[in-house]
């Protein structure tokens, strides 16, 4: 019996008591039994449990003497574990944050809903918390801070975060005078949206050399593991990162080997062997002659088969698309022509509508759709009646102001409980757009979530449903919805499906896209942007638009400015 472990279950008995808003005596007790605990010795305090003598110990009460008890010669305390069932596991992980006690975070979860560190961040970083009582711009900021750090130690990343980490170590490498070529490999390379570690891939005529600079960069915490041609390291920011260093002609085999899927290349390596050839990280082989091949486009040929691009290299039917020649042409970042749903600080943004529309102007957009919250959205600042006239009246004149940039009215409107928006169509007729999007009640049935959602499909003024599955990466599942209904109900009342390229969202997930794709579903790639920074998100959601196999012609927002008016004009 570990005495420590013992005091540790008292103190997290307080804090759970403390989270469920319990009388702070009861807190202050069990606070106060897990510091007697901890200065007892383990010998005496398994004896006095099993004399029955804990309620003699100053600082025990009875009730919690028999609790103490209970897990001192059991190992288990029932009242504990039925106690931490009872609240969201993600209240405990909050309390992590620096700054945050159990108030604050009992504050974020019965004001705000929140139950997890993801959503946490996400409604840092919409300002949900700059207005709530107790709390701040500065509070906000020093929460995000806090919850960086946790992130940086729990092996998992937005694919942002580790894309960025990786380019800095990508560019240094290429500074090295003995490399020849580098790129980055793995799951950044396949634009996954949760990464897990870095995968570079050079070539160079003195591998040792190589791997041994690599080691040393400053970024380095820890070399995990250092050989002839490969270097494991742990980054400061603590993800790991993998160096495999190769000669010139052995290149494209390893940066396909490196870049695809276990599933990809297993089947790629069946392909092989059923054209009589063999294939590895090394090389493509008949018999011991090694099949030249200069980049990856050779070695694709080589296998009869079109290039593949890396984001499609997940053995989701590419290898036989590229065997018919039916590989779709994906999407680029130069084929988006506008943005949808952006925020001002008429919600919860932290630019002003003209700010946002000068941002789009000087990015040469055609047009920007905006779309703050609405009135149910109250902890976003969402806009009442008064407020939506008043931002209406500015968008007119920024139109006159700046006639090169379609400006577009739209509103972001929570979709209600019963499927019904969030304002009456009088309020909404006024609009180019609507976004219907479920803010709360996430976790209600699958059969009551569907009802609310082929309801609001059917509404005659939403023209996109936003972030479809109401998922938080790294915090929270998405709805449990039958999709295929979600599709043929959007497909049936005209709706288009919102990719919000948030980091933290990244929905529709790129698995459902394609089969969206298929239906004939039109996706708009939204950054969903509450500064004007956040427009860069839309890039993002290119590269998950891209291994969804959406091409040009599924995404609403690569039409031009008139195509878009006429569009919206016409619904």
């Not at 022509?337 to 008429?346: E, K, P, W």
């Not at 920074?533 to 590269?543: F, S």
């Amino acid at each position: 019996m570990d005495k420590n472990a013992a005091a540790k279950i008292l103190g997290e008995i307080a804090l759970l008591l403390e989270l469920k808003g319990e009388n702070p005596f009861k807190s202050r007790a069990y606070y106060n039994a897990a510091r007697t605990v901890e200065l007892m010795g383990e010998e005496e305090l398994l004896q006095l449990a099993r004399e029955d003598r804990l309620k003699e110990v100053k600082g025990i009460g009875a009730a919690i003497s028999e609790k103490l008890k209970e897990f001192v010669l059991t190992g288990r305390l029932a009242y504990y574990e039925e106690l931490k069932a009872s609240i969201p596991a993600g209240l405990l992980e909050m309390l992590k944050v620096p700054g945050l006690g159990p108030r604050k975070v009992k504050e974020l979860y019965d004001t705000l809903e929140i139950s997890s560190l993801a959503e946490l961040e996400y409604a840092c970083r919409e300002n949900r918390l700059v207005h709530l009582k107790g709390f701040g711009s500065k509070t906000q900021e020093n929460i995000l801070k806090g919850i960086e750090h946790i992130r940086r130690y729990q092996g998992h990343y937005f694919y942002t975060e580790a894309k960025e980490i990786a380019e800095e170590l990508l560019q240094k490498l290429r500074g090295v005078p003995s490399l020849v070529e580098a790129n980055l490999a793995g799951s950044i390379r396949r634009c996954r949206e949760i990464v897990r570690d870095i995968d570079l891939v050079a070539s160079t005529d003195e591998p040792d050399e190589l791997v041994r600079f690599f080691a040393g960069f400053p970024q380095v915490a820890e070399v995990a593991a250092l050989g002839e041609t490969k270097a494991t390291v742990r980054l400061q920011e603590g993800i790991n990162a993998d160096l495999r260093a190769v000669h010139k002609e052995e290149f494209p085999f390893a940066l396909h080997h490196f870049t695809g899927s276990k599933e990809h290349n297993t089947a790629m390596r069946g392909r092989a062997r059923a054209m009589g050839l063999k294939m590895n990280e090394y090389g493509l082989f008949r018999g011991e002659i090694s099949v030249d091949c200069r980049n990856e486009t050779d070695l694709f040929e080589a296998l009869k088969l079109f290039y593949i691009p890396p984001e499609l290299r997940e053995n989701h039917g590419e290898i036989e698309a590229a065997e018919k020649g039916a590989l779709p042409e994906l999407v680029e970042e130069k084929d988006i022509r506008g943005i949808f749903h952006v925020h001002t600080t008429y919600s919860d943004g932290t630019n002003t509508l003209e700010e946002v529309v000068r941002f789009c102007r000087e990015a040469e957009y055609e047009y920007v759709g905006i779309s703050d919250h609405s009135q149910s959205a109250y902890y976003a600042g969402g806009l009442k009646e008064d407020h939506l006239k008043s931002q209406l009246e500015e968008i007119e004149a920024l139109r006159e102001k700046y006639p090169e940039l379609g400006i577009l009215s739209g509103v972001e409107s929570d979709i209600r409980t019963d499927g019904s928006l969030d304002y009456p169509d009088r309020v909404l007729e006024p609009f180019d757009f609507v976004i219907a999007s479920v803010h709360s009640g996430l976790t209600m049935s699958r059969q009551r979530m569907m009802e609310r959602l082929l309801r609001a499909l059917s509404h005659p003024k939403v023209t996109m449903l936003g972030h479809p599955t109401g998922r938080l990466l790294l915090g929270r599942e998405g709805s449990d919805l039958e999709l295929e209904k979600i599709f043929r109900a959007a497909l049936e009342h005209g709706v288009i499906m919102e990719l919000n390229a948030s980091p933290a969202r990244l929905d529709l997930d790129w698995r459902h896209l394609k089969r969206a794709k298929e239906m004939g579903l039109i996706v708009s790639i939204n950054p969903d942007a509450h500064r004007v920074e956040d427009l860069d998100d839309t890039k993002l959601g290119v590269a998950i638009a891209r291994k969804g196999w959406l091409e040009k012609k599924d995404v609403f927002n690569t039409r031009t400015r008139r195509e878009v008016e006429d569009y919206l004009k016409r619904r």
